[in-house]
């Protein structure tokens, strides 16, 4: 056998590919459904319900959709690393649980609550990761665990040291009142009351979509969730990879867990339960992969958007509430569907 | 052959301890062995790889061979016997370790994530960044040139190096992790049957790719079934069986056909020649066949003598 040596060919524009144009290109988002379905609702309620469209109506649909939705950015980058956080829901009270009490307790400036409540919800996040990467378990198994033994701890420590089934109000401590302004707080525009959460929502999810895009960090969580055995070989740390996303996920906790908490002055210990799959449905709707390694923070957002639409419109038209479960049924089953396609086509030829 | 005892003729820049100042191998192999749970898939395996050769590695299915690769690659950690790299005992804690000294490898199940898009693929775990600090962010554009650049070079001209990667056909998705390999492979490329999914024109150029590594001073490992491909870029030859070395070679010390006949066993094609008889096979096939059979009979007879 002999081996030529042949001159290396350069590029040349390629007749098979068919010029794309930026319509096309928008099909092949992963929100893309979700955006669709975002638009069919809006118009849907808009022509039932003539407050819908109303700004201040807007402004709580908005801020309703960000208390989902801030939960839902975490979720969904992990849902693209290839995992689940059963314990999300929870994990929410725990933190805002944590700020009220110690504070409570030993009297301090409530900042410092909550300086302690972010260690312990990036905490939360580590463990979930560590025990994952330690034991290989699935992390529904090891994130349901950690989801009963936190709904225990937040009943159990607030009976103990509270005293009840509530915290203690907070709202006369020292810090009270600035932390209410950071994480409560509302922003007139337009004579139109915006919460502030729907602020900080847009910026996490501005934050991960660059954080997808355009970083390293973002291709090693979509290498994780896609194939985590090829994306060890190629030197990706995933296990660092996996870990930080959980705590990515407790991080938000952190933040929606300040709001519930300084919205009001107490937190009920038993909330939370069953939100952790309000944040899954966002994630889901929104195009992110039950199996990971697709999806967008901005396809988690429209999904929020679309819970928030969804549970307010039906108020405003003057539905009963009941049906509103039945929509979320739904919207859901339609948009599995259309991630299957996605990734059918992806996949195959 | 022992490894330890270094045939300068091989070694092309002539690399040295840095201590004691005598001649090193790029990275050897002694007495290597690795069991998974209680199967043993490698017994003392002694090999070489030196700067400016090409060590092939051949052998049948579930030899041990990508085992052999993968502790070279860090995925694995030999249980026996010691790898070194520039005469430094080594060890890999992961994948990472091993490109870190300039290890890459092409893996035989490629290790692409086939739903992220080529460019992507291309550059997973060393990705372009520019910026500082916790604004780094990836140089796109570049990443998408230089995956467009590299894979021409190899004669696949991509549609659209946004496809995702699960897309391309089995043997395009083989040229992109061999490509890969070869823009970030500094010192070491080891190839795990890179040739397997490749049509002719392909396999020309991966093995053109190999000479062209082998001439930058890499030290290159070649795995393949295919003698016919190995013995025209090798310098050194391992045979491995069922987990052991069968025999290790260099060069001048074999021929093709010996290393054919090494490979399948006189005995195991005179009975496939007859069974494909008997089974009405092509009469051409048989023919070829059996005139491997007589060559190979041939060859061992002088082997053996
Ligand atoms: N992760 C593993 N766990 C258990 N056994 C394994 C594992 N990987 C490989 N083996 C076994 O080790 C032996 C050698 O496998 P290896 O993949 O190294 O063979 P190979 O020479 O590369 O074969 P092929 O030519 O088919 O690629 C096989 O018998 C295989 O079953
Ligand atoms: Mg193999």
Known sequence: ?349 | MNANEINQQTLLQNETDPLTHTAVHLLSMEGIGKHYGNIIALSDVTMAVDNGRVTCVLGDNGAGKSTLIKIIAGLHQHDAGVLKVMGEDRKFSSPRDALDVGIATVYQDLAVVPLMPIWRNFFLGSELTSGFGPFKSMDVEKMKDITLKELAAMGIDLRDVDQPIGQLSGGERQCVAIARAVYFGAKVLILDEPTAALGVKQSGVVLRYILQARDRGLGVVFITHNPHHAFPVGDRFLLLKRGKSIGYYDKKDITLDELTAQMAGGAELAELAHELEQLGGHSDVVKEVQGEVAGVTQTTGRTYE
């Open chain 1, 1 to 349: 056998m002999t081996i030529t040596q042949t001159k290396t060919k350069t590029a040349a524009a390629d007749e098979r590919v068919g010029k794309r144009s930026p319509f096309q290109k928008l099909l092949g988002r992963p929100e893309i459904g979700a955006l669709v379905g975002a638009i069919v609702l809006f118009v849907f309620f808009a022509l039932v319900s003539p407050t819908f469209t109303q700004p201040n109506a807007f402004a709580t649909v908005l801020y309703g959709s960000s208390t989902i939705g801030i939960m839902a950015v975490g979720v969904s980058l992990l849902m693209i690393g290839g995992e689940f956080d059963l314990s999300a829901g929870v994990a929410v009270i725990s933190s805002a649980l944590t700020a009220s009490l110690f504070s409570w307790y030993f009297t301090t400036n409530v900042w410092v609550g909550v300086g302690l409540a972010l260690v312990v919800s990036l905490s939360i996040g580590f463990i979930n990761g560590w025990i994952l990467m330690k034991t290989k378990l699935p992390s529904f198994i090891v994130t349901l665990a950690t989801f009963l033994m936190l709904t225990g701890l937040n009943l159990g420590l607030t009976r103990l040291i509270g005293g009840g089934v509530s915290s203690p109000s907070i709202s006369t401590m020292d810090g009270f009142a600035s932390a209410r302004a950071v994480f409560a707080s509302s922003v007139n525009i337009g004579g139109v009351e915006v919460k502030i959460t729907v602020f900080i929502w847009f910026a996490l999810v501005a934050v991960a979509t660059w954080l997808l895009m355009r970083t390293r960090v973002g291709n090693w969580i979509f290498a994780v969730g896609g194939d985590a055995n090829a994306a060890r070989a190629v030197g990706v740390p995933v296990k660092a990879t996996k870990i930080g996303l959980f705590m990515a996920v407790g991080f938000c906790a952190w933040i929606l867990g300040m709001h519930n908490l300084f919205a009001f002055d107490a937190v009920q210990s038993g909330e939370g339960v069953g939100n952790e799959f309000l944040y899954i449905i966002a994630a889901v709707i929104g195009g992110c992969l039950l199996t990971g390694g697709y999806g967008s923070a901005i396809g988690g957002a429209i999904g929020a958007f679309i819970f928030g639409m969804a549970n307010k419109g039906i108020v405003y038209a003057q539905w009963n509430p009941d049906w509103f479960k039945f929509f979320l049924g739904l919207m859901l089953l339609l948009a599995t569907i259309v991630n299957l396609i996605v990734k059918r086509r992806a996949e195959l030829k």
